[in-house]
């Protein structure tokens, strides 16, 4: 059984960074297709940002383009969220998710989930 756990979330303020991690257990993160995911109170689920298992093609959403890099180690079976230039429209509650692949990098694609982690950005 795929289990992920998010960790790295907080308080920081405008213009600030946070590095998110995602460790994957029960499996080997090679054959998984990892997701980013966001969601703010009273709002759809966002797909933040994915990476693929096979060639580490990624996709990030407009919103977050220039200022996220998702990676991933294999070695660590750890997938990266490095969040720079942080907005207040950036605070939600951040899920990583696992499956063997994605199209579109929605929810509905993944189905592996963390338990989240809370991103708040104020000053």
């Known amino acids: 059984q795929v289990q992920l756990v998010e960790s790295g979330g907080g308080l920081v303020q405008p213009g600030g960074s946070l590095r998110l991690s995602c460790a994957v257990s029960g499996t080997t993160l090679d054959f998984h297709a990892i997701g980013w995911f966001r969601q703010a109170p009273g709002k759809e689920p966002e797909g933040v940002s994915c990476i693929s298992s096979s060639d580490g093609s990624t996709y990030y959403a407009d919103s977050v383009k220039g200022r996220f890099t998702i990676s991933r180690d294999n070695a660590k079976n750890t997938v990266y969220l490095q969040m720079n230039s942080l907005k207040p429209e950036d605070t939600a509650v951040y899920y990583c998710?696992?499956?063997?692949?994605?199209?579109?990098?929605?929810?509905?694609?993944?189905?592996?989930w963390g338990q989240g982690t809370q991103v708040t950005v104020s000053s």
């Open positions: 998710a696992a499956d063997w692949g994605y199209y579109y990098c929605l929810s509905t694609e993944f189905g592996s």
